[in-house]
């Protein structure tokens, strides 16, 4: 029901836009969030919103950087990345949370995408 898109091979210093595609139904009243898993770690929080945007939350490493938005129709949830360095490379999944408000544990998702490989090169 979730598919992710945007990843690929970037150099360092450049930019990624991650788009999540709903399908099938609305998620316009729930949290969302990017996750992303690097080979041999645990998958961690990138960015996370609540249902209308009004609350955003950014990982230390995606201050900055990282930029959750999502469409007024609320199917479609964006990251935008920028400053990419090579410590980024990992897949990112997209996620829906379980309620409107803004979550940060990935228990609290119940939705996954199947994810997007985004890799930097130095």
């Known amino acids: 029901q979730l598919q992710a898109s945007g990843g690929g091979l970037v150099q360092a210093g450049g930019s990624l836009r991650l788009s999540c595609a709903a399908s099938r139904r609305t998620f316009s009243n729930n949290g969302m969030g990017w996750f992303r898993q690097a080979p041999g770690k645990e998958r961690e929080l990138a960015a996370a919103?609540?249902?209308?945007?009004?609350?955003?939350y950014y990982t230390d490493f995606a201050k900055g950087r990282f930029t959750i938005s999502r469409d007024s129709a609320g199917n479609t949830v964006s990251l935008q990345m920028t400053s990419l360095n090579p410590e980024d490379t990992a897949v990112y999944y997209c996620?829906?949370?379980?309620?409107?408000?803004?979550?940060?544990?990935?228990?609290?998702?119940?939705?996954w995408g199947h994810g997007t490989q985004v890799t930097v090169s130095s």
């Open positions: 919103m609540s249902w209308n945007g009004g609350r955003t």
């Open positions: 996620a829906v949370g379980r309620r409107s408000s803004l979550a940060t544990l990935a228990g609290d998702y119940a939705y």
